[in-house]
């Protein structure tokens, strides 16, 4: 193999550490976080943290954007959180320990989550579920595109996808569900509805997870516009 391809066994090796997996999780939802914040989170100490970090950056996982005194950590693109999303999903698969403890906030998470900056777990999937139902997006394993039918839906939903279109980013594609094993919907139109959601009030985030909360309007909102009703 050439010395300027990728290693799939140096990406691995940075994933595959538990403290920089857990901050790497966290990040999940596409926000930026200190250094002390990742390091509570990695359950490590400062220093160790920084030299994590290091490495992450080092590897193209991690960007750092500064602000004043502060240092802020977030994932490089949206690439590295479908890998880590499809990481989680195959680790989901696995046969589970019979004494593995429940993690913090599982159902929650399973309803409604981020993954990045779109919508992920049964609110993610239901969502791409009713708009291919209804014609308006095309999913294959490869991509996705929208329609005509699916412009105007986009636009009367307060969705200009115009504007979207000229994002440096994947347009439209399918992102696979760790938790649903089904996809949701990723790209510049995955990130689009996502946001329409929360300026609607519709969903709005939890403290310290990326779990989402579905409020009464959104639950009005999705099976009037969408025909979806999730559960309580």
């Known amino acids: 193999m050439s010395g300027t391809q990728p290693s799939i066994a140096e990406v691995a090796a940075l994933v595959g550490n538990p403290a920089r997996a857990n901050m790497l999780s966290v990040l999940l939802d596409g926000r930026a976080l200190t250094a002390t914040e990742l390091a509570h989170i ?14 992450l950056m080092e590897g193209g996982l991690l960007v750092v954007h500064k602000q004043g005194r502060h240092s802020y950590f977030r994932l ?64 294959s394993q490869d991509g996705g595109m929208v329609t005509a039918t699916g412009e105007a839906f986009f636009a009367d939903f307060g969705i200009d996808l115009h504007q979207h279109g000229r994002e440096k980013r994947a347009f439209c594609r399918p992102c696979l569900d760790w938790s649903e094993r089904r996809p949701h919907l990723a790209g510049a139109v995955g ?35 969408f025909g979806i009703a999730l559960p309580a």
């Open 42 to 55: 990695g359950g490590v100490s400062p220093q160790t943290a920084s030299g994590h970090l290091g490495k």
């Open 76 to 139: 490089a693109s949206p690439l590295i959180s479908q890998m880590l999303e499809g990481i989680m999903a195959v680790a989901a698969d696995r046969p589970a320990p019979r004494n593995r403890p429940r993690w913090r906030g599982e159902e929650a998470l399973r309803l409604a989550r981020t993954c990045y900056d779109h919508l992920a777990g049964r609110l993610g999937v239901a969502l791409a579920d009713a708009l291919v139902e209804r014609g308006y997006v095309l999913l």
């Open 191 to 225: 990130a689009a509805l996502a946001q329409r959601g929360f300026e609607l009030g519709w969903i709005t985030r939890l403290r310290d997870t990326r779990a989402l909360a579905i409020s009464a309007e959104g639950r009005t909102g999705l099976a009037k516009t």
